[in-house]
């Protein structure tokens, strides 16, 4: 950690002969990546230990950082406070309304992004940005550590395609379930859990479900699931609705065998 | 006094600060981070790009071909194109460093190739994984069997193809005296 410390100071020092000041202009966000920035002052970030400290004129400031979409009647004051920053400076976009215009992207109100007013060095992507983000993206601006996100490209190949798991875990069922048991199943897992909890829980349910040869062995498999959950209320309510839908289709389909 | 309150405090609490850069920062379980594609999942059907408020992702046709495009700069992290997701190709990865000094690196590309009519042999406007996932799921369904292999059939081919097929059935109806 000191020596990046170190490293930070003196690679500082060399250009600026000084620590380094940041400007910070808010150029009509909604405060959140304000919130975020103040939060890299916070000691358990501590972007001060680089000697990397806030100032209120961009007289003073060797780098800005831009926060929102750049409103119209903002536009013409970022130029200004771009021109007033003395050389040489470095302008990093904070957060995705500054990056790319955000959910703002297409308003008649808003220019969409810093860099169709002012060259931008760095965009630090987030709706609001972690506070390391930030911290990371000065640093990245500084030249001292090297960016992560590469862009990428992928072409489709011939028989490249992987099935979706909750197929293959149908195909596998024993219990020979159907694609209309596996939807009702989803619907459940969603309405009762939320889409994230819901779909994570749904995976293992189908997993176990995969396994099981009877309904006696799917009840007694349930029972270590809602254990392994803790016992909590409304994984137990949702896996108990989903033993049911299964016991519903099981009986459906003995009734239409016969 | 209140001096030597803050002092107390702070020794006893020790050194804070997160070494951030040298060791790697822990977030939480649900921390929605930047949305990773796994394009060897994914059938380009375009409900991210439907779901998405500031249209981050996007897919468009290039000649009969669908491209799924990412600009990570406008993403909001919202993670609805998770939610939306058929297949679970994309999710929301714990990676948060995605500073970048251009906008060309904060772009992910994927083309998927665009299924043929087997008719007629144009592009159908779907891809050819999204036809394969349709068969997919009408053979685990309790859609009787030789509607199934029909409706496969069906699956490969374009509306205008289709509709064709559905006008000459009409006329064969008609003439053959409603049979």
Known sequence: MEGLKEEVSKRIFEVLRRSLYVLRVDSGSCNGCEIEIFATLVPQYDVERFGIKLVASPRHADAIIVTGPVTRQFAPVLRRVYEMVPEPKVVIAVGACACGGGIWYDSYAVEGG???????????????????????????????????????????????????????????????????????LNSIARRMLGYLYGSNILKEYLEMLAKCRSIEDLRSAARILVEKHGRDPQVELAIDAMNKAVERYLAKRRKNGE | MSILKVVRHSIKRGVVTILYPRVPIEVDEFYRGLPKLDPRLCIGCGACANACPPEAIRVEDRDGRKVWRIFYGRCIFCARCQEVCPVGAIELSKEFEAASRSREDLVFEAIFEGAKCRACGRYTGVTRREVELAKEILSLSETPRELVEKLSEYASMCSDCKRKLLREKLAGVWRGGGS
């Open chain 1, 114 to 184: 810093v860099d169709r007013v002012i060259p931008v060095d760095v965009y630090v992507p987030g709706c609001p940005p972690h506070p390391a983000a930030i911290l990371h993206g000065i640093l990245v601006a500084l030249g001292i550590l090297e960016q992560k996100i590469r862009g990428g490209r992928y072409e489709e190949g011939i028989g490249d395609w992987r099935k979706p798991l909750a197929i293959e875990l149908i195909e596998s069922s024993p219990l020979e379930i159907s694609w209309e048991l596996y939807r009702e």
